[in-house]
């Protein structure tokens, strides 16, 4: 058994419940005398996040200190006044047992993440402090930018130069596999990668680091079924299989293939679609061993071997309804052709194709797979949208191997 130290901060004259059970957010409050609020920037079902100065950590005018000699000691800048402070993220759980319970673990494994190795090189977020006050427990991290989803929403929608070009693709995607290369190597699995839990460090530079932790698990632990945000799952979760961090590999790909076309890979209103989109996208089968060994696989998959979907069941992400709407409450899914929305007809936007790096032709030697060859699907999508390049179709490829047992993805240099 271990054990890890938290700090409560509390008014000693004081005993009781708080008056409000939600955290009141005042712009200008200081919190735990030592975080001022300066605004909120979301919310979610288990926290509120909310942008702070750290009076703790003051900033001073280097142009000053150049003019004075540059050796100024801790004591003659108390002296001076600051010109501001560093800004931090603010993470207040939300009061309950269960969150209390959940944001103790991300704690405990933001803590032993950044141990091992500085958060910086490792592209993992930094943890700063942690505390309990008035009854909500607090995570403080560094400050970071845009997450990948909000920023290519906004870059797509402004219409500026594409952001996404072949050279950044490749620099992200190394940087979030360094990071699951080191979570992984501490038996951890992130659980949750998506295109949200990416944030930029640097717009300019193309820098990212992988946050949110706070659904992570080692693999020494129970693995549950209900984890991953649907469209990002990999189908071995789905089926209820055995699992480790390869998982995250798959979520990884997806996220690529996202970035590329703007859409997400495989968007569904529910899981037996999703995995229809698995099957249509990849080309293949879902590998026998994998249906056989799944605690749930009866749930999605016929004794015909066809994927349907169960009407009247939303445990596992049917459809509502059923026989009392008048419906088949069964939904066979059959093998898809490709329609309009997957043939490239039309070229892509050319300034999407050329920001890309390659246009809309394969470089010379390389023999795209056809719709009907596992990943043809895959190589169309990214094609369309001016992705041609056979190194980051192989690597996304890779990921998304239906194979619980995909190896890593070859490196993307």
Not at 66 to 92: F, M, N, Q
Not at 250 to 274: N, Q, R, Y
Not at 375 to 401: E, I, Q
Request: charged share 25%; aromatic share 12%; proline share 7%.
């Amino acid at each position: 058994m271990g054990t890890f130290n938290l700090r409560v901060i509390m008014d000693p004259l004081k005993t009781g419940f708080e008056d409000e059970k939600n955290f009141p957010i005042i712009r200008g409050s200081i919190i735990a005398d030592r975080y001022q609020i300066i605004q909120l920037l979301g919310k979610a079902t288990f926290s509120r996040a909310v942008r702070c100065y750290d009076l703790l950590q003051p900033i001073y005018d280097e142009e000053t200190e150049a003019a004075e000699g540059g050796d100024e000691d801790e004591a003659s800048k108390e002296e001076r006044e600051p010109i501001g402070y560093v800004e931090v993220c603010l993470k207040i759980i939300n009061n309950t047992k269960d969150f209390f319970d959940q944001s103790l673990d991300e704690i405990r494994l933001l803590t032993l993440i950044n141990k091992y190795r500085d958060p910086d090189e490792a592209h993992v977020v930094r943890l700063i402090d942690a505390f309990y006050f008035k009854e909500h427990t607090m995570l403080v991290t560094e400050l970071l930018s845009d997450n990948l989803y909000e920023f290519s929403k906004y870059n797509r929608e402004e219409e500026e130069e594409f952001y996404f070009t072949l050279p950044r693709l490749k620099r992200i995607a190394r940087q979030v596999a360094e990071a699951l290369t080191y979570v992984h190597s501490l038996n951890l699995i992130h659980a949750d990668l998506k295109p949200e839990n990416i944030l930029f460090v640097s717009h300019r530079r193309c820098v990212v680091k992988v946050i949110d932790f706070g659904s992570s698990c080692f693999l020494s632990d129970h693995l549950s079924s209900y984890i991953q945000s649907r469209s990002y799952r990999a189908p071995e979760v789905v089926f209820g299989c055995d699992y480790d961090g390869r998982i995250d590999v798959w979520s990884l790909g997806g996220i690529l293939a996202e970035l590329v076309t703007g859409d997400v890979l495989f968007t569904s209103e529910t899981v037996p679609e999703m995995l229809a989109r698995m099957v249509y996208v990849c080309g293949q089968p879902f590998p026998r061993r994998m249906l056989w060994e799944g605690r749930h696989t009866n749930v999605f998959i016929n004794k015909f071997g066809c994927i349907y979907e169960n009407g009247s069941s939303s445990e596992h992400g049917g459809r509502d309804g059923g026989e009392e709407d008048g419906e088949d409450p069964y939904y066979l899914y059959t093998p898809v052709q490709p329609t309009e929305e997957h043939t490239a007809t039309s070229p892509p936007p050319s300034s999407v194709a050329e920001a890309i790096g390659k246009g809309a032709a394969p470089p010379d030697g390389f023999r795209p797979p056809s719709v009907e060859e596992p990943y043809g699907v895959l190589w169309l999508k990214l094609a369309t949208a001016g992705m041609t390049d056979p190194d980051f179709f192989s690597f996304v490829k890779d990921c998304l191997t239906l194979d619980p047992k995909r190896g890593p993805p070859a490196p993307i240099y």
